[in-house]
């Protein structure tokens, strides 16, 4: 499956998401996605340790989840701009944008200028551009931010599915409980479930897009039933 396909699926997958919060979700006034980003860029930044008085390790696992949470924002950024408030309403034509702004980025890019400050200046960076409403230069950096912690659009797609799949599992059991407890063992659900989309993704042949929906929607929602009945429930 290619990254422009992958794009679209996203795109979709978002604008159904949205879509059960609010039927018209891009019509919501208070549905801020500029400060979102904003926000989650923040949280972010602070997965790099730039706190000088205060002594904490680099959390790999928090920068791949923070990423993803910026893209959800993102992507309903992008929908309601290029998408519900265009007079065309093409879906292709804002796919082939972003990949476009995805591949242009790549093509320049160079992983030996991704350290630590760099890439702290570069999420200030981004976060000024998310409040002077720029979504291209919003978008531009977030993909130049993904290539430097190393993800790729494929990365990208694997684990936006996932957190979906999650975002489900957890509303399931919520309903059939009562109540749900994020933390697992003493760490937060999003960690197990990139543990276990890792090695899922290691163990199983994926080359179409219902490879993908059957390891996510089946596969990956099995081990965390198994995982949450029996290192969760079971421990109370």
């Known amino acids: 499956m290619q990254g422009k396909e992958m794009l679209g699926i996203m795109l979709?997958?978002?604008?159904e998401l949205n879509s059960r919060l609010s039927e018209k979700w891009y019509l919501e006034e208070s549905f801020l996605y500029h400060r979102a980003v904003f926000m989650e860029l923040a949280e972010l930044m602070d997965c790099f340790n730039w706190e000088w008085w205060k002594k904490k390790k680099e959390d790999k696992e928090n920068v791949i989840i923070e990423l993803i949470d910026i893209w959800h924002f993102l992507m309903s950024w992008v929908l309601k701009?290029?998408?519900?408030?265009?007079?065309?309403?093409?879906?292709?034509?804002?796919?082939d944008k972003i990949y476009y702004t995805y591949k242009l980025v790549k093509s320049n890019f160079d992983k030996n200028n991704c350290s630590k400050d760099f890439i702290l200046d570069l999420i200030e960076e981004t976060m000024k551009y998310a409040l002077d409403y720029d979504l291209y230069r919003t978008t531009k950096n977030f993909f130049e931010l993904l290539l430097?912690?190393?993800l790729s659009i494929g990365d990208l797609f694997k684990y936006y599915i996932a957190k979906k799949t999650?975002?489900?599992?957890?509303?399931?059991?919520?309903?059939?409980?009562?109540?749900?407890?994020?933390?697992?063992?003493?760490?937060?659900?999003?960690?197990?479930?990139?543990?276990?989309?890792?090695?899922?993704?290691d163990k199983y042949k994926i080359e179409t897009t219902h490879d993908y929906f059957r390891l996510y929607d089946e596969i990956l929602k099995r081990e965390l039933i198994e995982y949450y009945n029996k290192e969760v429930i079971a421990n109370g």
């Open 12 to 15: 979709i997958e978002q604008d």
């Open 81 to 95: 701009q290029e998408y519900y408030q265009s007079t065309d309403k093409n879906m292709d034509m804002v796919v």
């Open 148 to 150: 430097c912690i190393g």
């Open 166 to 201: 999650l975002n489900k599992f957890r509303w399931a059991m919520s309903y059939k409980h009562g109540t749900y407890n994020k933390m697992w063992n003493g760490e937060e659900d999003n960690k197990v479930m990139l543990r276990m989309v890792d090695k899922l993704s």
